[in-house]
């Protein structure tokens, strides 16, 4: 006896249009993120620049919203990307109504309207805290390495510039040389619609790349200026395709990128400060994110806990004057290390040997182990689970938008979480 399957008739015409909800869920985070942003988000800074009643509709401005923040809580960052789950992927239908903008309309919207989109993390953190998930009890701090939209091979230090300009410059003006006194009667070689002192494009070429490096060199010389210097550094580097990116130490080695602060709540591991700088060190960081934190929340954490990173006695003593207990690690002594700038030394700091004294007294009960639990895996989520590894925008402040819209959406995911 053959077996019986349930029918699979794909010709099959419904008598009743179906809903989207037939096809995800109640209850899935799609629902809860288009659901959000149509009834709890303030908009009002987008829809106003929308006045003008002639020419083709655009799509809706909340829609538009709804998708960005959706397609980041799922790893889905690019616009092209975005513009193949609208058509493939039913839950994005779900969010979208069925909508089908195209990644040009996509890419437009997120950069038109990129620093509006950087707000709705405070109104979200907002949202947050009226959930209960924001206790300001403790909070950590900490920050990744993230890889900027350009290549390290498209960087040159200030030391290679000039050599590199004043090679490019020789060539380029040998040739010119040469070409002014070639006889301007050779129009039988050069052709009748031509003078025969056109540049050819391995010297145009050359003669771009030049023009990029003295942008670049006037970048560097700008900088130094900027800190007194009358020169930069032989190592000071640029970077033609990211001049504002830089180049970082990372586990796995260098990366061209910036440097992606978090501020995270112990209680659900909700960002509640976040920034991207153009630096390396994180030692200046620590007390504006504290700074940024009480102005996002109106309130000031009871601990924070750092890596040794953000050690100095002005972060310390910053964060006595802020009432703040702080966890912050003061370091280990390194093999072979003496002198002036050994451990010891640090240690004989006075804030920095109050910090050591508190943290070996409380020993593994220490609420400095907190740190790694609580803003570690918010970084992994973030890199690993969601693939958020390099930026899709170039310029620090374009970034600094799009870390924000990261961060809003992790911050939205938890909200779901707790519904």
């Known amino acids: 006896m053959a077996k019986t399957f349930r029918p699979w008739d794909v010709d099959q015409m419904r008598l009743f249009p179906p809903s989207l909800s037939d096809f995800v869920p109640e209850g899935h985070p799609a629902h809860f993120v288009r659901d959000l942003v149509r009834q709890d988000l303030d908009l009002s800074a987008i829809l106003d620049t929308y006045s003008e009643e002639r020419g083709y509709p655009p799509h809706h401005p909340a829609m538009m919203t709804a998708l960005l923040l959706y397609g980041y809580s799922r790893g889905v960052y690019s616009s092209r990307k975005l513009e193949q789950a609208c058509i493939e992927r ?50 950590a701090l900490d920050g990744t390495k993230v890889k900027a939209n350009a290549s390290k091979h498209a960087a040159m230090s200030w030391s290679r510039m000039k050599k590199a300009d004043r090679e490019l410059k020789k060539q380029v003006d040998g040739w010119l040389e040469r070409a002014e006194q070639t006889d301007r009667e050779e129009d039988e070689a050069y052709g009748k619609d031509k003078r025969g002192d056109e540049l050819p494009e391995w010297v145009k070429d050359k003669a771009k790349r030049r023009a990029k490096i003295r942008e670049a060199m006037a970048r560097l010389k700008e900088e130094a200026e900027g800190k007194g210097e009358t020169e930069p550094p032989e190592g000071a580097q640029s970077n033609f395709t990211d001049p504002e990116s830089r180049i970082l130490k990372t ?169």
């Open 90 to 139: 039913v839950d994005f239908m779900a969010v979208t109504a069925m909508s089908k903008p195209d990644h040009t309309r996509i890419s437009e919207f997120r950069r038109r309207h990129l620093e509006t989109l950087r707000g709705l993390f405070v109104q979200v953190l907002e949202l947050c805290g009226k959930a209960g998930l924001v206790k300001l009890g403790h909070v």
């Open 251 to 419: 586990k796995d080695g260098f990366d061209q990128g910036y440097n992606c602060q978090a501020a995270v709540d112990a209680q659900s591991q909700v960002v509640v400060a976040q920034e991207v700088v153009a630096q390396q060190s994180d030692v200046d960081r620590l007390l504006p994110m504290l700074d940024a934190l009480k102005a996002n929340t109106g309130r000031t954490p009871q601990e924070v806990s750092a890596d040794a990173g953000y050690l100095s006695e002005a972060n310390l003593e910053g964060i006595e004057q802020r009432r703040i207990r702080g966890y912050i690690a003061v370091g280990r002594q390194k093999h072979g290390e003496a002198g002036a700038t050994s451990w010891e030394h640090r240690t004989r700091q006075p804030w920095t040997r109050a910090m050591w004294v508190r943290l070996r007294r409380a020993g593994w009960r220490s609420r400095y182990r907190l740190r790694k639990q609580v803003v570690e895996p918010v970084f992994g989520q973030i890199k690993e689970a969601r693939g958020f590894r390099r930026f899709l925008l170039r310029g620090l402040e374009k970034v600094r938008g799009e870390w924000s819209l990261v961060c809003t959406a992790h911050n939205i995911l938890k909200l779901a979480a707790a519904r």
